[in-house]
Nanobody, 123 residues
Framework: QVQLVESGGGLVQAGGSLRLSCAAS????????MGWFRQAPGKEREFVAT????????YYQDSVKGRFTISRDNAKNTVYLQMNTLKPEDTAVYYC????????????????WGQGTQVTVSS
């Protein structure tokens, strides 16, 4: 089994940056494709970015392309989400997730979820 713990969220002004981290415990971390998802108040959880087990392939929601970067360091059992040029609409609880699948089709593919970390972007 895998446990995921997110950190790095907080309050930031529009245009600022935050770096989220997801620390994983448990074996075979490197065999999981990882992803970041977010959920704004009253909204459904949505895809933000995903990365394959090797770290060689990444996918992004159109609204964050060019601003967010997902990466992983398997040696440290950690996945990151670097968020730049943040906008108020990025405000949400951000969740780290892991899937045994080769890639993500939707958030329903998640085998493990972190507890989430709040990101608030003010104008």
């Amino acid at each position: 089994q895998v446990q995921l713990v997110e950190s790095g969220g907080g309050l930031v002004q529009a245009g600022g940056s935050l770096r989220l981290s997801c620390a994983a415990s448990g074996r075979t971390f490197s065999s999981f494709a990882m992803g970041w998802f977010r959920q704004a108040p009253g909204k459904e959880r949505e895809f933000v970015a995903t990365i394959t087990w090797s770290g060689g392939t990444t996918y992004y929601q159109d609204s964050v392309k060019g601003r967010f970067t997902i990466s992983r360091d398997n040696a440290k059992n950690t996945v990151y989400l670097q968020m730049n040029t943040l906008k108020p609409e990025d405000t949400a609880v951000y969740y780290c997730a892991a899937t045994r699948a080769a890639g993500w089709r939707s958030s329903n593919d998640a085998d493990y979820w972190g507890q989430g970390t709040q990101v608030t972007v003010s104008s």
